[in-house]
């Protein structure tokens, strides 16, 4: 278990985290809930409607972070050559999308990253330090959905873009200021790979 997911009978998952490793993903998961924000309704909590009715912003945002967890929805015109026409009804078509569905977007991955920090502060402490968390399928789901969003964004911040990146973070230099990062993308990425097998298992 140490290090990798495992299926716990009747469904959810299992992993042993030592302290380090639960600092490590809590300080990860409240640094990505400050990067997407509170939800619309934050200023009006007393007013549901006013929040279900709420539209989204229509422009991508402009921190390369958000740009990776919060996508267009129709390619990027340059990986998908066209007409100045085609690329403006793409941009239209993407703006009108991303208005009605990045609110729903961000409450989904808030709610990720704020079930990743509540079941890691519900952890009881074993003698030798860390423990052993234990997620129920919904927990592991959402554990899923923000290791994913985790990856991403840490990837943006590192300028990966394709597999051939990731083999060149393996032969950084140890002194490089980025190894610290690398090492946390390709440790949350294990955890993330071990976690789809235990929950397709």
Known sequence: MPGHFEPLPGGGAAVALDDVEI???????????????????ADAPDDPLAELF?????EPPADP??????????SDPEHSPGSPAEAEERRAHSAEFRRYTENDLRAG????ALGVIRSLDALAPVDEGGAVLKLSPEESRQWLGALNDLRLAIGARLEITDEDDTDLLY????????????LAYLWLGGLQETLVSTLMG
């Open 23 to 41: 600092s490590i993903i809590r300080s990860l998961a409240v640094q990505l809930l400050e990067l997407i924000g509170p939800g619309p309704g």
């Open 54 to 58: 709420a539209e989204g912003p229509s």
């Open 171 to 182: 032969r950084l230099p140890e002194e490089d200021p980025r190894k610290p990062m690398v």
């Open 109 to 112: 991955k808030r709610q990720n």
């Open 65 to 74: 972070v958000l740009r990776r967890l919060f996508p267009d929805a129709y």
